[in-house]
Nanobody, 122 residues
């Protein structure tokens, strides 16, 4: 069992940066790949980034590649999403999830946090 909670969302101007954090509880955190997804109003949850359980590989959606960076600190049970060069179209609720492997489909994730709102103003 893994419990997740995101933080770090907020309002930022276009071109700015935010770092999202995801705190995980549970002794088995290191057994899971972790991912970040985002959800626009009235839309399905979209893949943003994922990282292998030991951080050996990372994966990104084309829309964020080169701007966002996913990382994890297993000792602290934390996952991060550094978001740079933010655009108004990045405005969404961001969720972290835990999965057996770093898949791009939300159905592959067993655990989710409640989400954190990111708003980018133009």
């Amino acid at each position: 069992q893994v419990q997740l909670e995101e933080s770090g969302g907020g309002l930022v101007q276009a071109g700015g940066s935010l770092r999202l954090s995801c705190a995980a509880s549970g002794r088995t955190f290191g057994n899971y790949a972790m991912g970040w997804f985002r959800q626009f109003p009235g839309k399905e949850r979209d893949f943003v980034a994922a990282i292998h359980r030991y951080g050996q590989s990372t994966f990104y959606a084309d829309s964020v590649k080169g701007r966002f960076t996913i990382s994890r600190d297993i000792a602290k049970n934390m996952v991060y999403l550094q978001m740079n060069s933010l655009k108004p179209e990045d405005t969404a609720v961001y969720y972290c999830g835990a999965a057996a492997s770093p898949v791009r489909l939300s159905e592959g994730y067993s655990y989710w946090g409640p989400g954190t709102q990111v708003t980018v103003s133009s």
